[in-house]
């Protein structure tokens, strides 16, 4: 490791990783797959997933979403 742990991971970056930005376009719609059934999502969006795989805040937003999700069609 050289030192610079940012630069580490940046250039451990999957190169199909679709970013932030590609990944909050489709959050909502990678969530509500993910819930069902995640392998599904993943093989579906395989950018999204390789970038939750990497980006701690993006997999918390997708957490919190599964949770809203999972919340909200439990209240029925």
Known sequence: MSGWPA???FLQTDPDDAGCGG???LLHVYAEIALADP???RRRYPEVAAHMRDCGPC???LE???AAIRV?????
């Open 23 to 25: 990944a909050m376009e």
């Open 72 to 76: 909200t069609v439990a209240d029925g």
């Open 59 to 61: 997999a918390e937003d």
């Open 39 to 41: 392998d599904a999502a």
């Open 64 to 66: 919190g979403l599964v």
């Open 7 to 9: 630069l580490d991971r």
